[in-house]
């Protein structure tokens, strides 16, 4: 098993930054890629951006330019460090952790809200 806490959420200005942190405890030798996803009130849960163990990454159209997502494999944590921020980006924020015998996220963080005022 593994756990994840997501920290770092809360309520900026458009055009401001924030930075949020999942930290990974457990069983992390199993894990692959590590993810970030969002969901908007009303909206599907979306895919933001992510990270394979050898640290390729990649990231929703919506997100490029604006969004870097980091991996430190020996502090067990996956950061997203979000700037430049818009209205749309509000929403809530969840780690996701893909295991080595999958294609898919297999465990997920409890959310972090952010929310961008325009």
């Known amino acids: 098993q593994v756990q994840l806490v997501e920290s770092g959420g809360g309520l900026v200005q458009a055009g401001g930054s924030l930075r949020l942190s999942c930290a990974a405890s457990?069983?992390?030798?199993?894990?692959?890629?590590m993810y970030w996803y969002r969901q908007a009130p009303g909206s599907m849960r979306e895919l933001v951006a992510g990270i394979t163990s050898d640290g390729s990454t990649d990231y929703a159209d919506s997100v490029k330019g604006r969004f870097t997502i980091s991996r430190d494999n020996v502090k067990r944590t996956v950061n997203l460090q979000m700037n430049s921020l818009k209205p749309e980006d509000t929403a809530v924020y969840y780690c996701?952790?893909?295991?080595?015998?999958?294609?898919?996220?297999?465990?997920w963080g409890q959310g972090t809200q952010v929310t961008v005022s325009s």
């Open positions: 996701a952790a893909v295991p080595i015998y999958s294609d898919r996220p297999a465990y």
């Open positions: 457990g069983s992390v030798s199993s894990i692959n890629g």
